[in-house]
């Protein structure tokens, strides 16, 4: 497998140079995730311009991400404005000739995508997520690129049965899923056993992971149940397990280390790539 990074890169992709690859591969990265914040505006000039970039200093495009309005809002003018930014960044994604283009599920709570709200199981929410999903993954075919929807306890797709009952329902080849276990601890029995709860991920979703997220989680000491985020290494996420699986059921994809400020990275990076080879992992390109 390989190892990528979700940072080191600047919120303008137009200002990325020769040095922010160069700093990428010092850091011990062979790929990195663009982020377009806004990607309606993203050209294909400017997109071919980045490609190069990244070409010539040897860093893949491990990610296409993009900020866009939820694909299952209540307002049909917000979702199709969803729809639209996503179908766009397809063409982006070819241009750029990134691994995937990242999906995000959402949610029914204005507040955020990534909030909890009781109309996120509703099967009504869910057929409108399969809608989107299928006009997103008709632009997806024709523009030969991968898109890879991730999960979150507090979001629609909350477990990994309703990702895969999702990828089913939505019925196109270049709809995968991106492993991210962290985003799965709902319970204190999950926090506490992350080794079986990383198996369940991959005997269900195996045969659909494309890519990878890196990050950890603690419990914290308060009333009812708090989990907050940590850099990889610092927490309770049994890495080995999660590497060891994901490189069973793909071997040349790419885990990114993310949710870290750049000063973190490298400490999350040595322990995760540490993890890695302790757990007999054949890192790639490094």
Known sequence: MYLGVQGLMPDDLGEVTEATMARIREHGFTGVAARYFEPLSATRESVTQ???????????PCQAVAAHPDLLALSPEVRSEGVRTMQHMCRVTQWLGAGNLYVRPGSRNPAGSWYPHPDNFTDEAFSTLVDSLRQV?????????MLAVEG??????DTPERIRDLIEAVGSPTLRF???PVNFV???????????????????????TICGHA?????????????EEVA???????????LRRFEECCPD??????????????????????????????????
């Not at 970039?53 to 860093?59: C, P």
């Not at 993954?137 to 690129?145: F, N, Q, R, Y």
């Open 186 to 208: 709902s319970s204190l029995r999950e926090a506490y056993a992350t080794t079986e709860m990383i198996d369940r991920l991959f005997d269900m979703l195996g045969v659909y």
């Open 232 to 242: 990889v290494g610092e927490g309770l996420l049994d890495q080995a397990t999660f």
């Open 253 to 286: 994809g790419y885990v990114q280390i993310e949710h870290l400020p750049d000063d973190k990275i490298p400490a999350a990076r040595e322990s995760l790539f540490n993890t890695g080879v302790a757990a007999d992992i054949a890192w790639k390109g490094l």
């Open 152 to 157: 979150h306890t507090l979001s629609i797709l």
């Open 137 to 145: 993954c008709a632009a997806a075919e024709e523009h030969g690129v």
């Open 178 to 180: 991106n492993a991210d």
């Open 50 to 60: 980045l490609r190069y970039i990244m070409e010539a200093g040897g860093v893949d």
């Open 215 to 227: 990050k950890d989680f603690f419990v914290e000491d308060r009333l009812v149940l708090h989990l």
